[in-house]
C-alpha cells in the first residue's frame, strides 16, 4: 500500500510525464518541420531526458528503458539536421512513441503498472527501435553525414572475447554452487567490463550481474538463465555500436536485491510484547514507587531492605534497575511491571 506522499509523488510524475508525451508526439506528427527549428528539436529531445529521469528515480525501469531509446535517437536527429525525413522514419519513432506513451496510461490504471505488462512492451519495442538505429544510420550515410558515436568503439577482437568469457561462465554454473565459483564468476564479470572500460552502459551492466552473483539468496539455476542471456544480448549491442541501448533488465536487477530475513515465532512473539510495552508506557512515577515497595522472592535474613531512586529517564532508570537487581530479581520486577501494564 502506497503512503500518501507516494501517491503524491507518483501523481507529480505522471502529470509532468504527460506534458512531455504532448510534447514529443506534437514533434515527431510533423518531423521535417521540428528538425527544421532547433529549439522544437531540442524540446522533445529534453521531454524523453525527462521521463527518463523521472522513471529511474522512482524505479519504473520499462519507462527509462523506452524513454532512453527515443532520447538517444532524438540526439542522432541533432546532430545530424541533413537527415532526410520520410514516412519510414516518422513511422518508426511514432511506433516507439506509442509504446511509451502506453506505458505511462498504464500506470494510471486502476491496477498500475504491473511487471510482467512493462515486460512484454519493452520487449515489443526491442524490434522496432533496432530496426529504427539501423534506418537512422542509413539515412546518416546517404546524407554524407558520420554518424557521432555516443560510446567509445570496442577493438575487432572484441567479440571472440565475449564468447570464451560466456562459455567459461556456463562451465562454472554447471559445477555447482560454492564460494570459489562466485568468485571466479565476479572476476569474468570484470574482464568483460574491461573489454570497453570507458563504456557507461557497459560497465554499469557488468556491476549489475556481480551484485546479483554476490547475493547468495540466488541460486544458480535461477541465476545462470537470466545473466547470459542478459550478458549474450547487451554485448551484441555494444559491438553493434548500440551501447546507449544497453539497461539492465527488470529481472537482473530484482537478483540484485537480498530478500528480507524471515522472523522465526518466538522472535515474533518477543518484537510483539516489546511493541505492546511501548505502547502502553508506565509513567515513571509509578515505576519508581512499586519498585521502592515491591518485595523480591523471600530475600535472605542478613538481606536489609534496599531502596533505590529511578531517574525520570527511561534509559537511565533502566540501568539503576540492572545495578540494583540480580538476574533472576530482574526477571520477577519485569513480570509483574507485564502484569500492571495488561491489567
Not at 510533423?30 to 529521469?53: P, V
Not at 525525413?85 to 491496477?111: M, P
Not at 571472440?160 to 562451465?171: E, F, P, R
Amino acid at each position: 500500500m502506497q503512503t500518501t506522499k507516494q501517491q503524491q509523488i507518483l501523481g507529480y510524475f505522471i502529470e509532468e510525464a504527460k506534458e512531455h508525451l504532448d510534447s514529443i508526439e506534437s514533434g515527431l506528427l510533423n518531423l521535417s518541420q521540428t528538425m527544421a527549428e532547433t529549439e522544437d528539436m531540442n524540446q522533445i529531445f529534453r521531454a524523453a531526458h525527462s521521463i527518463k529521469g523521472g522513471a529511474a528515480m522512482l524505479g519504473f525501469n520499462s519507462i527509462q528503458r523506452v524513454a532512453h531509446h527515443l532520447e538517444d535517437y532524438f540526439k542522432l536527429l541533432k546532430e545530424n539536421p541533413s537527415i532526410k525525413v520520410d514516412r519510414r522514419l516518422e513511422d518508426l519513432f511514432l511506433k516507439g512513441f506509442d509504446a511509451l506513451k502506453a506505458l505511462v496510461d498504464q500506470l494510471q490504471g486502476t491496477f498500475g503498472l504491473r511487471d510482467e505488462d512493462a515486460e512484454h512492451i519493452v520487449q515489443g519495442t526491442e524490434p522496432i527501435f533496432a530496426e529504427l538505429g539501423q534506418y537512422l544510420n542509413q539515412l546518416i550515410q546517404a546524407g554524407n553525414a558520420a554518424p557521432t558515436p555516443t560510446q567509445p568503439l570496442v577493438t575487432p577482437q572484441a567479440s571472440g572475447q565475449v564468447s570464451k568469457i560466456l562459455k567459461v561462465m556456463l562451465q562454472l554454473f554447471k559445477q555447482g554452487d560454492n564460494a570459489k565459483s562466485r568468485q571466479q564468476l565476479i572476476a569474468l564479470c570484470t574482464r568483460m567490463m574491461q573489454i570497453a572500460p570507458k563504456n557507461e552502459p557497459w560497465i554499469h551492466l557488468g556491476q549489475t550481474a556481480q551484485r546479483a552473483i554476490a547475493n547468495q539468496a540466488n541460486p544458480y539455476a535461477k541465476l545462470a538463465p537470466i545473466l547470459i542471456k542478459e550478458l549474450k544480448l547487451s554485448s551484441d549491442l555494444l559491438l553493434a555500436g548500440r551501447s546507449g541501448e544497453i539497461i539492465p533488465s527488470t529481472a537482473l536487477q530484482r537478483l540484485t536485491k537480498k530478500p528480507t530475513p524471515q522472523l522465526t515465532p518466538d522472535q515474533l512473539a518477543e518484537a510483539q510484547s516489546i511493541t505492546q510495552v511501548r505502547s502502553h508506557p508506565t509513567p515513571i512515577a509509578q515505576v519508581e514507587a512499586e519498585a521502592q515497595t515491591m518485595t523480591i522472592a523471600k530475600p535472605p535474613a542478613t538481606l536489609r531492605p534496599r531502596t533505590i531512586s529511578v531517574p525520570n529517564d527511561p534509559k537511565a532508570a533502566a540501568r539503576a534497575l540492572l545495578d540494583a537487581f540480580s538476574k533472576n530479581e530482574l526477571i520477577q520486577l519485569a513480570e509483574f511491571l507485564m502484569k500492571s501494564i495488561q491489567s
